[in-house]
């Protein structure tokens, strides 16, 4: 009789045990994905990442693409950068994103849509961490990962230098208005499809031969300035170029008097970096960081022991939350439902403990939370958002299985070229960029030399062309050589 209880208690034991610790599910080379049902009761979904595996990474998304405002589901974000390419391995195009698994970054303003905090992706610094504040989960291009402190900008290494003349300026802002106040901002293309709309100042159009990326001085990023453009705004943003936009009694000057066509500019940045008390320097260093979002307040796991905020209302709070940790082996996107009977939602001493003891993580840090907290796998949103649906959101971070870059050789650089219906010339290439114009069937126009000519992105091999005087990208589909066209016609 003892020996029948024994194994009873055992089968319940193991019962038990495997409503919790499913099998992790592998759902692409180096990432895998586990559901953990916990008797508290709450429905913990988490993807993780092997980091030794060399074909994943991760990257940052934007709503809409854009920071200039808008929100946009996990899932829509995940569906937007599917199928494009990034600056993974120091060349753009190199590799093909397959985004795997999505969730949701760092909280935003409601009305605008803005992210808060800064944001890095595919190495641009495409918003600034605010000035002694948080940072975020930190993902470089030498595969380390960490987690973000109090950061500022000093102004000696933030700076625009012009070659031609030896001088150089202070960049005071990234993809942010600039007013009377000797501003120079720098607009990248994660900004909108065009600068905002101006009257005065002076805007430089610079085509870059990498990211504007976190490269302080004597580092930089390089480009060729391709037009200047006096007291107006709205200037299209091409994928691979910035805009250098001053105002006030001497910024707008000084930049006139560096630059002309053709000429080089170097854009150097640096984010110094300090502990959480914002006063004691930290080692860990951003150059090159490749993604970053902010956090939302707590790092409730610090090199193995558990941070639970004791006396803070919003961390002894049972709620939704995503976090990231990661350990020696694995990053992990780990997303907790809440606020319902079924899944109550973890403290941050519950969220601490899940990741130390079910995921043998040793740091972990708290993301937006509530009606926020997604996870998408694969096309599918696993968790149940307590929105009841997916909530809007403005930025969120990505597992990415790199695939082989595919080009085409259907044309060449000043090659004749015709379209075969109404398109439109984009901004980069993929569908994932605004329009600039449009264009008619039987449009003529020249293929532009350009490194990325015949990539495919978004179902498309793409070109750079020129339409009467207008440089952007247009998909092969819809274009034909006019060679071929001669040919054609001659033979009937």
Not at 239 to 259: C, K, M, R, Y
């Amino acid at each position: 009789m003892r020996e029948k209880l024994l194994i009873l208690f055992v089968l319940l034991i193991s019962v038990a045990c495997s409503s919790v610790f499913a099998a992790w599910t592998n759902v692409a080379p180096g990432i895998d994905y586990q559901e953990f049902h916990l008797p508290d009761p709450n429905n913990v979904f988490v993807a993780r990442m092997d980091r030794a595996t060399t074909s994943c990474i991760i990257d940052s998304c934007i709503a809409q693409g854009k920071l200039s405002g808008g929100r946009e589901p996990v899932s829509g974000m995940a569906n937007r950068y599917d199928d494009t390419f990034g600056y993974w391995g120091e060349e753009w195009g190199k590799y093909r994103y397959d985004v795997v698994v999505a969730i949701n970054g760092s909280g935003f303003d409601w009305s605008t849509g803005i992210p808060s905090g800064g944001q890095i992706i595919s190495g641009w610094y495409a918003k600034r961490f605010g000035e002694f504040d948080g940072s975020g989960p930190v993902w470089q291009l030498d595969r380390d990962i960490w987690l973000g402190s109090c950061v500022r900008h000093r102004s000696v290494k933030n700076k625009v230098t012009y070659p031609a003349t030896g001088n150089s300026q202070e960049i005071t802002g990234i993809n942010c208005a600039r007013d009377e106040n000797n501003d120079l901002i720098i607009y990248t293309p994660h900004y909108d499809t065009h600068t905002p709309p101006a009257t005065d100042g002076v805007e430089v159009l610079v085509e870059m031969s990498r990211p504007a990326m976190i490269l302080p001085s004597p580092n930089y990023a390089s480009g060729i300035v391709k037009e200047i453009r006096i007291n107006q705004g709205s200037t299209p943003i091409p994928f691979d170029h910035i805009v250098l936009s001053a105002e006030g009694p001497t910024a707008d000057q000084t930049l006139l008097n560096n630059v002309s066509v053709g000429s080089e500019v170097r854009i150097s940045q640096e984010i110094t970096h300090y502990q959480d008390d914002c006063s004691t320097p930290n080692p860990l260093d951003w150059t090159k960081t490749y993604a970053s979002v902010r956090y939302m307040t707590f790092k409730f796991l610090k090199n193995g022991v558990v941070d639970g905020y004791p006396g803070n209302t919003q961390a002894n709070t049972r709620n939704p939350r995503t976090a990231v940790a990661y350990n020696d082996d694995y990053v992990f996107f780990i997303v907790v439902d809440g606020r319902s009977t079924s899944s109550v939602g973890m403290t941050m001493e519950e969220l601490g403990n899940f990741c130390v003891n079910y995921l043998g993580a040793t740091w972990g840090i708290n993301m937006d939370g509530g009606g926020s907290s997604t996870i998408w796998v694969n096309g599918e949103v696993k968790n149940n958002p307590s929105d009841g649906s997916e909530r809007w959101v403005a930025n969120g971070l990505m597992m990415i299985s790199l695939q082989p870059k595919l080009t085409s050789s259907a044309f060449s650089a000043g090659e004749t070229v015709r379209t075969t219906s109404l398109t439109g010339q984009l901004l980069g290439p993929g569908t994932n960029y605004g329009s600039i114009a449009t264009l008619s069937a039987n449009q003529y126009g020249t293929i532009v030399d350009h490194a990325l000519n015949g990539i495919y992105a978004k179902g498309q091999y793409w070109w750079k062309c020129n339409f009467d005087g207008t440089e952007g990208w247009v998909s092969q589909s819809v274009l034909e050589s006019t060679a071929t066209v001669a040919e054609w016609e001659l033979y009937f």
